[in-house]
């Protein structure tokens, strides 16, 4: 059974870079049939889709965040991570990382981390 | 770009049925039959309901449907059970690689 675990720090400084892994288990991110995507949820608000990278590094990121959005993949680790910058409060969020389907034009996530809170403040 | 809107709250009780909204444009919801549903039980993992507006994956009860009519799309949970009051997100393809969230139902069953 596949399984996501999103790890990092649970408090980030204001203007400094938020850094996060999914670990992936039970599976390997290098399926040719997936994308590995992070999602985050601000407190009492909906869901943001941030961007999805594939094994062989291509990305899709939202537009909305894709000036300080890096997602990369490290394949030996069967790992991807997430780097958000210049952060502000608004940034304070759970972030959750899921197994992206739109390899296949399928445009949803099928399985999900448990999702890790990141804290920003000074 | 603006999430989808959905009811912050829905409610029933068990056994009744209880149908959750989820609104966009014709830029996502109305232009592509690709909405999603999503549970989400607080401290849990979210967990994919229905995909393509209509399907249920391996596992998720038949209780569960999901339809569209223009800009408009619904999940209907038959049956309400103790287990499925959570929230509940929708999601939908925006175009340009893009997907585009809702603001969350939180399913109450009294």
């Known amino acids: 059974q596949l399984q996501l675990q999103e790890s990092g720090p649970g408090l980030v400084k204001p203007s400094e870079t938020l850094s996060l892994t999914c670990s992936v288990s039970?599976?390997?991110?290098?399926?040719?049939?997936?994308?590995w995507g992070w999602i985050r949820q601000p407190p009492g608000k909906g869901l943001e889709w941030m961007g999805s990278?594939?094994?062989?590094?291509?990305?899709y990121y939202n537009p909305s965040l894709k000036s300080r959005v890096t997602i990369s993949v490290d394949t030996s680790k069967n790992q991807f991570s997430l780097k958000l910058s210049s952060v502000t409060a608004a940034d304070t969020a759970v972030y959750y990382c899921?197994?992206?389907?739109?390899?296949?034009?399928?445009?949803?996530?099928?399985?999900w981390g448990r999702g890790t809170l990141v804290s920003v403040s000074s | 770009q603006s999430a989808l809107t959905q009811p912050p709250s829905a409610s029933g009780s068990p056994g009744q049925s209880v149908t959750i909204s989820c609104t966009g444009t014709?830029?996502?919801?109305?232009?592509?039959?690709?909405v999603s549903w999503y549970q989400h039980h607080p401290g849990k993992a979210p967990k994919l309901m229905i995909y393509e507006v209509i399907k249920r994956p391996s596992g998720v009860p038949d209780r569960f449907s999901g339809s569209k009519s223009g800009n408009t799309a619904s999940l209907t949970v038959s049956g309400l059970q103790a287990e499925d009051e959570a929230d509940y997100y929708c999601s939908s393809y925006a175009g340009s690689d893009n997907v585009r969230f809702g603001g969350g139902t939180k399913l109450t069953v009294l």
């Open positions: 014709s830029s996502d919801v109305g232009g592509y039959n690709y």
């Open positions: 039970g599976g390997s991110i290098s399926s040719k049939s997936y994308y």
């Open positions: 990278i594939y094994y062989s590094g291509t990305t």
């Open positions: 899921a197994r992206d389907l739109r390899h296949r034009a399928a445009w949803y996530f099928d399985l």
